[in-house]
């Protein structure tokens, strides 16, 4: 071989006759048991000066050691690639069909690092080796072909190092498991070659493969991603319809995932008010609306739920400034609940009550004026609708606007003299200092109260805190005496509602008009009487 000495090569040689006649021991025996003859390293030195590219005269400092080794293995990997004349050349590796011994001689780093000049060829084929690309086999940069097909080599390919490998015409990865690269498609590397050099060897983009894949998530991933869309959609719409654009979303109802949103889980800290059956809580809807829940808990027959549902259809239809909105219902397995919009906790009686700032005259004109135009809405267009009016259920807004808060469907036809008498004790409530409560609430009583009491006490009984002026006086009494026409619940004297709007709505006009009186009134010792004096 060119890359050993004459001397140092005929020693191997005859070595490896004896051996052949002896039935000599394996190159891992060999490696173990010879040593090099006494010449080895002056041989090799020769070699080096009159060759200087042998591969091993570059390593510095020299390992002579190895350099043995080397030869040693190169005698029998030369026997067993089964070349034909190993005393003169050594131009092939064939270890095709070998997988007992080819992954032995892939393991020797040192051979390959001084791999001989005159190897051309390289066939470790058809072995089932495994792990990654064996880089070594790259040291002998002068080969011209290459064969590793038929394994399972995997990683990637090292494309940059075959750089060197200048006279590389025949290249084989067929049929091994290699990383797929995007890469190997791309480079020149690969267009040395043609396709047939990498056949399923994994490094390639498999395009049908990627087609198939593409068709794969098509007909499976697309109508698994509509059945997935259609559950979100159908959970918003029965879950959480608010979250839909507001020209989709069903008015009036709600669902208990939306009035769990709205009180942060139905949180302590939001309940306002709790009974047996009913809990109050405030909440926030998704658009910012402050809202009043009130859940009933109490188990109900499916007709009374139907009935319930009707009639929360039919208050969620009114609509007027003087009425507490109703916004919908709510039906779960739980509980049944009605959300109307979030009032102040003032009501009228609260209001009259108040001793920081009582009310003037003109205010509570102002309220009765309200409460007379939301019945009058009821009775022309929501006859079919009763209310409760009384100082502690009209509730009060910031700019006084009152708010009728009770009210309910029922069957039978509502008394329009009812309603009226209701208004007038509503009125003398809101003009006298004395109420219901000093008759523990009965409506009755105090009517028959206000009946029997003659004209210069019910002057008394007028709430002195609106410091009433001469006119405005003489308003309080034509209103007062309008209450008490509407507490006669005779047909003869009773007035209509129509005549009560007008008649309010002619005081509450001067009131605007007139911004103070022109005379006050006095009281003197031992009684009340009116005695005007100018401003």
């Known amino acids: 071989m060119a890359t050993i000495s004459a001397t140092c090569y005929l020693y191997i040689l005859s070595w490896l006759w004896l051996c052949t006649m002896t039935l000599c021991g394996t190159v891992l025996e060999d490696l173990k048991n010879l040593h090099p003859p006494p010449d080895f390293n002056s041989t090799i030195m020769t070699n080096c000066l009159n060759n200087p590219s042998l591969r091993y005269c570059s390593s510095t400092p020299m390992n002579f050691d190895e350099i043995f080794k080397y030869t040693i293995v190169a005698s029998h990997l030369c026997n067993e690639s089964k070349n034909p004349n190993c005393i003169e050349s050594f131009p092939k590796v064939d270890l095709r069909n070998r997988p007992n011994i080819a992954p032995l001689y892939l393991s020797f780093e040192f051979f390959w690092r001084y791999c001989p000049l005159t190897i051309v060829s390289i066939d470790v084929s058809n072995n089932s080796l495994k792990g990654n690309f064996p880089i070594d086999v790259l040291h002998c940069t002068q080969i011209h072909a290459l064969d590793l097909s038929i394994n399972e080599f995997s990683g990637d390919i090292p494309i940059q190092s075959f750089s060197p490998l200048t006279n590389l015409t025949f290249l084989n990865l067929s049929y091994n498991c290699f990383s797929e690269s995007e890469e190997l498609s791309d480079s020149q590397f690969f267009k040395r070659f043609n396709s047939s050099s990498f056949l399923h060897s994994g490094a390639l983009l498999d395009h049908r493969r990627f087609f198939t894949l593409k068709v794969v998530i098509l007909l499976v991933g697309f109508p698994i991603l509509v059945i997935l869309i259609v559950i979100f959609l159908a959970w918003v719409c029965f ?283 006095t009281r003197s010792h031992g009684g009340h009487r009116f005695k005007g004096h100018k401003t």
């Open 239 to 521: 879950q959480r319809p608010d979250f839909l654009p507001r020209k989709l979303q069903r008015r009036r109802t709600f669902t208990p995932a939306i009035l769990n949103a709205a009180t942060s889980g139905f949180s302590s800290k939001n309940l306002v008010g709790k009974s047996d059956v009913v809990h109050i809580y405030k909440g926030v809807l998704r658009d910012g609306t402050q809202v009043k829940i009130e859940m009933y808990w109490d188990e109900i027959s499916r007709e009374r739920y139907r009935k319930f549902v009707e009639e929360c259809k039919v208050l969620s239809e009114l609509d007027h400034k003087n009425l507490v909105r109703v916004l919908g219902w709510c039906k779960s397995r739980k509980f049944r609940a009605v959300i109307t919009e979030w009032t102040r906790k003032e009501n009228v009686e609260m209001w009259l009550l108040s001793e920081s700032a009582p009310p003037p005259w003109s205010h509570r004109v102002k309220v009765l004026m309200g409460v007379v135009e939301c019945m009058q809405y009821l009775q022309e267009e929501w006859p079919q609708v009763d209310y409760d009016l009384n100082t502690s259920s009209v509730l009060l807004t910031q700019d006084l606007e009152p708010l009728i808060s009770r009210f309910k469907v029922v069957d039978h036809n509502i008394s329009t003299t009812r309603n009226i008498c209701k208004f007038g004790v509503f009125m003398l409530e809101v003009i006298l200092n004395k109420g219901q409560e000093e008759f523990e609430g009965d409506a009755g009583g105090f009517i028959k109260y206000m009946r029997r009491v003659d004209p210069e006490e019910l002057q008394q009984m007028i709430d002195e805190r609106m410091e009433l002026g001469e006119t405005s006086f003489h308003q309080v009494k034509q209103a007062v005496s309008l209450g008490l026409m509407c507490i006669d619940q005779s047909n003869s004297e009773q007035p209509s509602l129509a005549f009560i709007s007008n008649s309010i709505a002619r005081v509450y006009k001067a009131t605007l008009v007139l911004p103070s009186a022109n005379h006050t009134i």
